[in-house]
């Protein structure tokens, strides 16, 4: 079995996805050759591709989109891209024109899941408890807000926490609003939890998923921020979280049932905040989660019992599944 891993892709996690490459690459368990996705959208194949790994960023790429890559070469496709244009169903649809199997979700999956605007407002009809949030476009005015700072704004559309701000009083609401839409024409402003616990279970499965262990992250920093998710020792990683039984069962519950309604394929990881209240609110779903030194989504599987690699084989395996 032969697998194409794609790497890069636009600068807001560009960094992240050639990490997790370097990563999956020294773990697969099947031969595997790697394109890389420079910041200017270009492409870098063979050799050039592997300098790009090893230096941790592309800037610019040498083929122009469509690259002279021989697709049907591959068995499967694994699009190891964070944000947009390559976690949000468009290098999904590309591979699907090109009749490739890929990892992970497919098309109107990816798109659902990537969007957090969308994917709140689907999750909220199915009954799951998700924090309240405006919608706000670019050029609109922000209308009254009907909870209190704290805030958190954030692009609808990114992940690693790029272009979200915590706002704690309402004249930083501006500079915040600017920061997100430098990265997304759309954007949230949700009510923050403040004290909140952090919670995440990995997925894995076409549909219907079985659950990792739930597990939780603390830090010391105002919230889980860029640096605080990549820098190593900045954030602690709790396998499984100090949580009640009861409370873990429901939170792997949640996820596989939204999961289902959000037709994922391959792969999710599903993050949850707890209220010191107690209330439980599904976060997001992430389609292509980081699989980084520092990264949750490996880390889950390798603590219910499934290594790396075999990790890796059973996501190329689902993608073959019809
Ligand atoms: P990921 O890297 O997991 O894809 P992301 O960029 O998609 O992250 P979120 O998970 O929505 O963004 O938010 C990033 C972090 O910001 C959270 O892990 C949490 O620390 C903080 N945060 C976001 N929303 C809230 C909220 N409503 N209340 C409290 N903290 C929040
Ligand atoms: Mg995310
Ligand atoms: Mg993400
Ligand atoms: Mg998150």
């Not at 989109?65 to 190891?80: K, N």
């Not at 999750?123 to 998700?130: F, H, N, S, T």
């Not at 616990?197 to 739930?214: C, D, F, K, P, Q």
Request: one cysteine or more; a negative charge.
């Amino acid at each position: 079995m032969k697998v194409l891993l794609l790497a890069g892709g636009p600068p807001g996690e560009h960094e992240v996805s050639l990490s997790s490459a370097r990563g999956v690459l020294a773990a697969m368990p099947h031969p595997t050759e790697l394109a890389v996705i420079a910041k200017d959208g270009k492409w870098l194949l063979g050799e050039d591709a592997h300098e790009a790994l090893q230096a941790g960023v592309a800037e610019q790429g040498t083929h122009p989109f469509p690259p002279p890559v021989p697709w049907q070469d591959y068995d499967v496709v694994f699009p190891l891209l964070h944000g947009p244009l390559g976690e949000d169903g468009v290098i999904q649809g590309f591979l699907q024109l090109l009749r490739r199997p890929y990892v992970g979700a497919g098309v109107a999956s990816s798109a659902l899941c990537m969007d957090k605007d969308l994917c709140k407002r689907v999750l909220r009809q199915a009954g799951i408890p998700v924090v309240p949030w405006v919608t706000l476009y670019k050029g609109e005015t922000l209308p009254e807000i009907p909870f209190s700072p704290p805030y958190f704004v954030k692009p609808a559309n990114t992940g690693s926490s790029v272009g979200i701000s915590k706002v704690k009083a309402e004249q930083d609401a501006t500079r915040a609003l600017a920061e997100a839409f430098a990265w997304d024409s759309k954007v949230l402003v949700e009510q923050g939890i403040e004290g909140v616990r952090e919670l995440e279970v990995a997925l894995l499965g076409n549909i219907h998923a079985e659950a990792s262990v739930v597990g939780e992250i603390t830090y010391q920093a105002e919230f889980y921020d860029y640096e605080t998710k990549y820098t190593p020792g900045k954030a602690q990683l709790h396998l499984p979280a100090p949580i009640p039984p009861e409370l873990s069962e429901r939170i792997r519950a949640t996820a596989i049932e939204a999961y289902r309604i959000l037709g994922v394929r391959g792969m999710a990881r599903v993050d949850f905040f707890l209220s010191p209240q107690g209330g439980l609110y599904l976060n997001e779903f992430n389609t292509i989660p980081g699989f980084t030194p520092t990264s949750m989504y490996p880390k889950l599987w390798q603590a219910t019992g499934l290594a790396y690699p075999d990790l890796l084989d059973r996501l190329v395996r689902l993608a073959l599944e019809a």
